[in-house]
């Protein structure tokens, strides 16, 4: 039979002991790095959250949205309007520059 005395038992049982420490540290430590990724996954989510609800109280346009933003279209109408009127005059009076021209050169 062997005899133990305290230094076989230290030299046995010192490499056990170091191993479960360092896996205690890893594992505190993956804890650790699992709860900051928790909690940043919950504050974006938080975010969303925070945005879909603004998204989700925001109704349509109202009447009086829709109605200035037909006036503008109205406006805008018109100026496109005035601007083609001016681009066919000018073509107009181009066509009329031409035609004097070629009759000149006979």
């Not at 002991?17 to 540290?25: F, K, P, Q, S, T």
């Not at 009447?63 to 100026?79: F, L, N, Q």
């Not at 066919?88 to 006979?106: F, G, K, N, V």
Request: net charge neutral; proline share 2%.
């Amino acid at each position: 039979m062997i005899a133990w005395d305290i230094s076989h038992v230290a030299a046995v049982l010192a490499p056990i002991v170091c191993g479960l420490a360092a896996l205690w540290r890893r594992a505190t430590a993956d804890m650790r790095r699992s709860a900051d990724w928790r909690a940043r996954v919950d504050e974006r989510l938080s975010d969303m959250d925070g945005r879909l609800a603004d998204i989700e109280s925001r109704r349509g346009p109202t009447r009086e949205d829709m109605g200035r933003i037909h006036r503008r279209m109205d406006e805008v109408d018109g100026r496109l309007s005035r601007l083609e009127g001016g681009t066919d005059e000018a073509r107009r009076t181009l066509a009329l520059i031409h035609e004097y021209l070629m009759r000149r050169d006979d």
